[in-house]
């Protein structure tokens, strides 16, 4: 199966700015339980309507969740491609990382069977 | 001197070699040693242009494929304790030192605050490598930093555990 690209670098920083919040990461697993209108969100949280709004503007920007315009409910729902964007990021640099060390470890391997100064540990 | 600004947890990628601490340091410090490691395949040729090991110190490291324009990186030393702590920020560059985007992996942070850690034990030495991005509002990534620590131990390559996975967000 083909992955789709990589999001533009402002959309993942966008992504990275909505994950940093601790209410906006709660707000997204409570969606995970299923779509919730902005009453049902704010409820765990005794916060206003308008200031749950304006976190679920934010996670709407970085494409996170989507919005229904069914009337004055606004049903929220979840989009998990969205955070499957964000690992895929972390996953490429840890494996960039991991290759370099799969290196080193040779080079260590050959260090201690090489002739001369190099091989002594001081 | 770590970045004020950045509090929470960066990421961490452990891995244990069977050599002592003293040479893994060598390999990260000497000029000669790192060019025969740091490069995503042994196909790439890495070659020091500069090097200067101290606080506020710069690396120059050029990096060549085939034909490919050659690639490069900068790193300035922030903290070194031989042979157990390396620090500095690290960034791909063009041939004049300016900051530039990496074209394999776009979404790449220009600056990151990376730090190695070494630790004997008894199979040899076990290294911490954690990074951060350092960039214009490195508290927000740095605070999702934390998160995507949470969100890379948990994944397993699929949706199924998406809940599991969130909820260790939320307590995290």
Request: aromatic share 8%; net charge negative; proline share 11%.
């Amino acid at each position: 199966m083909l992955r789709p690209p990589p999001p533009p670098a402002t959309q993942l920083d966008a992504v990275f700015a909505a994950l940093a919040d601790p209410t906006r990461r709660a707000i997204l697993a409570r969606l995970v339980e299923g779509d919730a209108s902005v009453g049902e969100l704010a409820a765990p949280f005794a916060m206003s309507q308008p200031a749950v709004s304006k976190h679920l503007k934010v996670l709407e920007r970085a494409g996170l969740v989507a919005r229904g315009v069914d009337g004055a409910r606004r049903p929220t729902r979840l989009r998990p491609e969205a955070l499957a964007a964000a690992t895929t990021w972390l996953d490429a640099y840890r494996a960039l990382w991991d290759a370099r060390f799969a290196q080193l470890d040779a080079l260590l391997h050959d260090l201690a069977h090489e002739p001369g100064p190099e091989t002594d540990d001081a | 001197m770590p970045d004020p600004n950045a509090q929470p947890a960066p990421f961490v990628l452990d891995r244990s070699f069977a050599a002592p601490p003293p040479l893994v340091w060598r390999t990260w410090t000497e000029p000669a040693l790192l060019a025969r490691w740091y490069r995503p395949n042994p196909m790439c040729q890495t070659t020091v242009l500069e090097h200067g090991l101290h606080t506020g110190g710069l690396m120059v490291v050029q990096m060549r494929f085939g034909e490919m324009p050659p690639s490069y990186e900068r790193w300035l030393f922030q903290d070194i304790e031989a042979p157990r702590r390396l620090q500095w920020k690290q960034s791909m560059t063009d041939a004049a030192g300016n900051p530039v985007g990496n074209p394999r992996m776009p979404d790449w942070p220009r600056v990151m605050l990376t730090t190695i850690e070494l630790q004997a034990q008894a199979s040899g030495t076990l290294q911490r490598l954690t990074w951060q991005p350092h960039e214009a509002t490195p508290a927000e990534i740095a605070c999702f930093a934390g998160a995507a620590a949470h969100l890379d131990r948990g994944w397993v390559g699929g949706f199924d555990n998406l809940g599991a996975l969130l909820g260790a967000l939320v307590d995290g």
